[in-house]
C-alpha cells in the first residue's frame, strides 16, 4: 500500500494518476474541505472519461489533517510507502506560526510515523525555497548550504526546518528521498500557486519583473519522485528545474500561449515596494488580506540558476521543454474557461 499526503493538491493529484495508472494499491489523505472532484478532473486530462472514473476509484481515502496524529496513524495502516506532497504555502509573517504547524510538525508527525509502522521508503516534497544562493555566484545545486541568518520569508524557513525532521529521520533508519522542485507548472488547480499565473496570463499581462523565475513540468516531478522512490536510492535530495528564465520571457512564452501581445515594459522595482507598502498600510487598517509582500517582490527580482545534474546523472532524467510545458496547460485552462 502506497499513501500520498495532499492527494487534492497539484502535485498529489498528478502523482495519484500516475501511481494508479501504473496499477498501484493507493491511499489518500485530504481535508474535510478538499474536493476530491478536482483529482478526478486531473485525471481526465490523461485518459478518456471512463478509464479516469475506474482509476479514480481505486483510491483509498482518508480524511485526515496532517497535524492530527490519531487520523495519520489510520491512514498509515498497512502502508510500505509513502509520499508526503502536503504542505501550506504563504509568505504573510503573521502565518508563520501556521506555516510551523502545517509544514514543520506535520513533516515530524510523518516522519515519526513513518519511523514506527515500519514504512520502507519516504518522499518528501520541499522547495528550491531551501537552498541559498551561494556567495561565489555559483549556480544553486543540492550542497548549496541553507543561509539562516539570510532575510528568508517564513515559508522557506519552515519548509527547511521539515527537511530537518526528514534527515532526523534518516538518521533513525528511514530511507528517504527529498526533492527540491521550483515553481511547478500544471493544471488543475486555476486558483491557487502557478495556476493564477495562468488565469492572470489569459487576461494579457503589461509589465514584467527584471528578475528569474525556475520552472517545471509538473508531469516531470511526478515522474521523478516515482522513479526515485522505485530505485536503489535513498537519503538523498534532488532539484527540479527543467529551466530557469528570466521574468521577460517568460511572460512573453505565456502571452503567445494565449494569444496575446507580450508585455514590452519592465516595472520598476520601487514601484513595486510602493505599491506593497501600500498594501501593507491598508490591511494594518481595514484588515483586508495581503496581496503583495516584499518577500514576493524581492523573488520577481533576483536572478538563480540551478544545476540540475544530480537527477540527470542518477536516473538519465529528461525534462519537458518549458515551452511545450507553458503550451499544453495554457490550452488546457482555456479549454475550461
Given at each position: 500500500m502506497i499513501l500520498v499526503t495532499g492527494g487534492t493538491g497539484l502535485v498529489g493529484s498528478h502523482l495519484l494518476y500516475l501511481l494508479a495508472a501504473s496499477g498501484s494499491n493507493l491511499r489518500a489523505t485530504h481535508r474535510k474541505s478538499s474536493d476530491l472532484s478536482r483529482v478526478k478532473k486531473v485525471f481526465g486530462y490523461y485518459t478518456d472519461k471512463q478509464t479516469a472514473h475506474k482509476?479514480?476509484?481505486?483510491?483509498?481515502?482518508?480524511?485526515?489533517?496532517?497535524?492530527?496524529?490519531?487520523?495519520?496513524?489510520?491512514?498509515?495502516?498497512?502502508?510500505?510507502?509513502?509520499?508526503?506532497?502536503?504542505?501550506?504555502?504563504?509568505f504573510e509573517p503573521k502565518k508563520y506560526e501556521l506555516l510551523k504547524k502545517a509544514n514543520t510538525q506535520a513533516t515530524a508527525n510523518i516522519v515519526n510515523l513513518a519511523l514506527v509502522h515500519g514504512i520502507k521508503k519516504?518522499?518528501?516534497?520541499?522547495?528550491?525555497?531551501?537552498?541559498?544562493?551561494?556567495?561565489?555566484?555559483?549556480?544553486?545545486?543540492?550542497?548549496?548550504?541553507?543561509?539562516?541568518?539570510?532575510?528568508?520569508n517564513v515559508y522557506s524557513l519552515t519548509k527547511y526546518a521539515a527537511e530537518m525532521e526528514v534527515w532526523r529521520a534518516a538518521q533513525e533508519g528511514l530511507d528517504t528521498i527529498i526533492v527540491n522542485p521550483g515553481v511547478i507548472l500544471g493544471a488543475g488547480s486555476w486558483h491557487t500557486g502557478s495556476g493564477t499565473i495562468f488565469k492572470l496570463a489569459s487576461k494579457g499581462?503589461?509589465?514584467?519583473?527584471?528578475?528569474?523565475?525556475?520552472?517545471?513540468d509538473v508531469k516531470d516531478v511526478v515522474l521523478a519522485m516515482q522513479k526515485l522512490m522505485n530505485s536503489n536510492l535513498?537519503?538523498?535530495?534532488?532539484?527540479?528545474?527543467?529551466?530557469?528564465?528570466?521574468?521577460?520571457?517568460?511572460?512573453?512564452?505565456?502571452?503567445?500561449?494565449?494569444?496575446?501581445?507580450?508585455?514590452?515594459?519592465?516595472?520598476?522595482?520601487?514601484?513595486?515596494?510602493l505599491v506593497c507598502n501600500i498594501d501593507a498600510l491598508l490591511s494594518s487598517v481595514f484588515g483586508t488580506k495581503r496581496k503583495l509582500l516584499k518577500a514576493n517582490v524581492k523573488s520577481l527580482?533576483?536572478?538563480?540558476?540551478?544545476?540540475?545534474?544530480?537527477?540527470?546523472?542518477?536516473?538519465?532524467?529528461?525534462?519537458?521543454?518549458?515551452?511545450?510545458?507553458?503550451?499544453?496547460?495554457?490550452?488546457?485552462?482555456?479549454c475550461e474557461h
Open positions: 482509476l479514480f476509484n481505486t483510491i483509498e481515502w482518508i480524511q485526515a489533517d496532517i497535524t492530527n496524529i490519531p487520523a495519520l496513524t489510520l491512514a498509515f495502516e498497512d502502508c510500505k510507502y509513502v509520499y508526503h506532497c502536503a504542505a501550506m504555502i504563504a519516504l518522499c518528501y516534497v520541499s522547495s528550491i525555497a531551501t537552498l541559498s544562493n551561494p556567495e561565489n555566484g555559483n549556480s544553486i545545486s543540492e550542497v548549496t548550504h541553507f543561509n539562516q541568518e539570510a532575510a528568508n499581462m503589461s509589465y514584467f519583473t527584471g528578475g528569474n523565475v525556475a520552472l517545471v535513498k537519503n538523498k535530495q534532488y532539484i527540479l528545474v527543467a529551466a530557469t528564465v528570466s521574468y521577460k520571457e517568460f511572460t512573453k512564452k505565456l502571452a503567445l500561449a494565449f494569444d496575446k501581445k507580450p508585455p514590452k515594459k519592465e516595472i520598476a522595482k520601487w514601484k513595486l515596494l527580482y533576483t536572478v538563480s540558476n540551478y544545476d540540475t545534474q544530480k537527477i540527470k546523472n542518477a536516473l538519465a532524467f529528461r525534462f519537458t521543454p518549458i515551452s511545450q510545458t507553458i503550451t499544453r496547460v495554457a490550452n488546457q485552462y482555456t
